[in-house]
T-cell receptor
Framework: NAGVTQTPKFQVLKTGQSMTLQCAQD?????MYWYRQDPGMGLRLIYY???????DKGEVPNGYNVSRLNKREFSLRLESAAPSQTSVYFC??????????????FGPGTRLTVT | AQTVTQSQPEMSVQEAETVTLSCTYD???????LFWYKQPPSRQMILVIR??????QNATENRFSVNFQKAAKSFSLKISDSQLGDAAMYFC????????????FGQGTILTVHP
């Protein structure tokens, strides 16, 4: 099993350009998440999808959109990139269910630089 | 909203010695989970240990153990017999019992292990 995969691993964008970060998991998990990691701030949740067909905002959703394409795939889109979106982006998945603990598995991350 | 605070930006330890990383959190929920994640230079997020809030017994995983003080909202990680491979960024994280698996992270502590 590959676990959680992300593409691309690195990307440089100019201000105003758009791009989509791809994420896929092969563990048949229901829930998927997008986080960003900035220096000194830990990881912050951008959007999440509790189950296929649903998405919801996290702590820092402004400037992003997401699509839960199917159970395996959860993409993050930057419509008009800004330098403030320079960060490392992590996708994660878990088989979350109320009242139980399920480990959250993380992808390797995408380092995005916006100039 | 829940918050997680790690007040030690950096810590260091001699190989084979013991080190304790601190974490405090704020929540109004009664049902939740707490975690310590390790992030080595490869950026991969690795779950080190978890604690269910309803359990009074502190969690232990080999050389890693926690001191969970629910009333004080404190959750520290003790690493015994430190090894060079323990050098990494460590994140404390919180998950509410009904939060669909969403994690709230602290700012992180960089751990250096000296030979």
């Amino acid at each position: 099993n590959a676990g959680v995969t992300q593409t691309p691993k690195f990307q440089v964008l100019k201000t105003g350009q758009s791009m989509t970060l791809q994420c896929a998991q092969d563990m048949n998990h229901n829930s998927m998440y997008w986080y960003r990691q900035d220096p000194g701030m830990g990881l912050r949740l951008i959007y999440y999808s509790a189950s296929e067909g649903t998405t919801d905002k996290g702590e820092v959703p402004n400037g992003y959109n997401v699509s839960r394409l199917n159970k395996r795939e959860f993409s993050l889109r930057l419509e008009s990139a800004a330098p403030s979106q320079t960060s490392v982006y992590f996708c994660a998945s878990s088989d979350w269910a109320s009242g139980s603990f399920y480990e959250q598995y993380f992808g390797p991350g995408t380092r995005l630089t916006v100039t | 909203a829940q918050t997680v605070t790690q007040s030690q930006p950096e810590m260091s330890v001699q190989e084979a010695e013991t080190v304790t990383l601190s974490c405090t959190y704020d929540t109004s929920e009664s049902d939740y989970y707490l975690f310590w994640y390790k992030q080595p230079p490869s950026r991969q997020m690795i779950l080190v240990i978890r604690q269910e809030a309803y359990k009074q017994q502190n969690a232990t995983e080999n050389r890693f153990s926690v001191n969970f003080q629910k009333a004080a909202k404190s959750f520290s990680l003790k690493i015994s017999d430190s090894q060079l491979g323990d050098a990494a960024m460590y994140f404390c994280a919180y998950e509410g019992g009904t939060s669909y698996g969403k994690l709230t992270f602290g700012q992180g502590t960089i751990l250096t292990v000296h030979p």
